[in-house]
């Protein structure tokens, strides 16, 4: 190998090594390939919390800590959690983390595995959540939300869902249905058919019949 391709690969290494030993490089390449790291939450400033990430001050917004409102960021103090980058600027040393798209993709797949353990004609408990001009929304005893089309809560024809049903009401009801992520429940199916009232017709005998027909002719003079 010659001298002058020695030093160049010598160089090539150097610059490599040089490249890595920079943080921000690192945390570029975190940004770039969405890498998961595992941070832990060592300060608490306004709208957000503080981790750090290969050695650099990085800023969790709390908009990015939870998929819901968090009353109190001193929940999270001294935490470990998950986290991606999701801004960095080596010239304004900033830094920015999230958890969300984390969370939410776990959300995801919980789901998913909640869904996959539900079944159509399974007979479930739950409890009424919302009412909308088109039916209910039920919360179902495994966490999830189906809805019970306004065809679908009587066996009797209704104009509303608060003809029936009230929010917070517990209800049993049948999957009739589940149609990317959603969920067709039945109130109906479960309803035990009324019988019709049929009113009962006394038919007379024979010789009754012709006792009301001497009855109404034996006053007739021919």
């Known amino acids: 190998m010659s001298e002058e391709l020695l030093q160049t690969e010598t160089m090539a290494d150097y610059e490599e090594h040089f490249d890595d030993a920079n943080p921000w490089n690192r945390v570029a390449d975190y940004l770039e390939k969405g890498t998961v790291l595992r941070v ?9 919390v503080i981790a750090m990430v290969e050695g650099i001050r990085g800023f969790i917004p709390a908009s990015q800590l939870s ?7 001193e929940d999270y103090l001294l935490q470990d959690i998950e986290v991606q980058v999701i801004e960095a600027d080596q010239a ?3 830094l920015i983390l999230s958890a969300r798209n984390i969370l939410k993709e776990k ?3 919980e789901k998913e595995a909640l869904l996959a353990s539900v079944k159509i004609d399974s007979v479930l408990t739950g409890t009424v ?6 039916g209910a929304f039920v919360r179902l005893e495994n966490g999830l939300s189906g809805l019970i089309h306004i065809s679908q809560i009587s066996d009797k024809r209704i104009k509303a869902a608060k003809e029936v049903l009230a929010v917070g009401d517990k209800v049993d009801v049948k999957v009739i249905g589940i149609n990317n992520g959603k969920i067709s429940l039945s109130r109906k199916a479960l309803l035990e058919p009324q019988e019709e009232v049929v009113e009962k017709v006394e038919i007379p005998k024979a010789e009754e019949i012709g006792t009301s027909l001497g009855d109404l002719f034996k006053n007739i003079k021919l």
């Open 129 to 134: 959540e919302s009412l909308q001009s088109y």
């Open 40 to 48: 832990k939450v060592e300060g608490i400033v306004n709208g957000g």
């Open 67 to 73: 998929l819901s409102y968090i009353e109190n960021l």
């Open 92 to 94: 304004s040393n900033r």
């Open 107 to 109: 959300e995801r797949q």
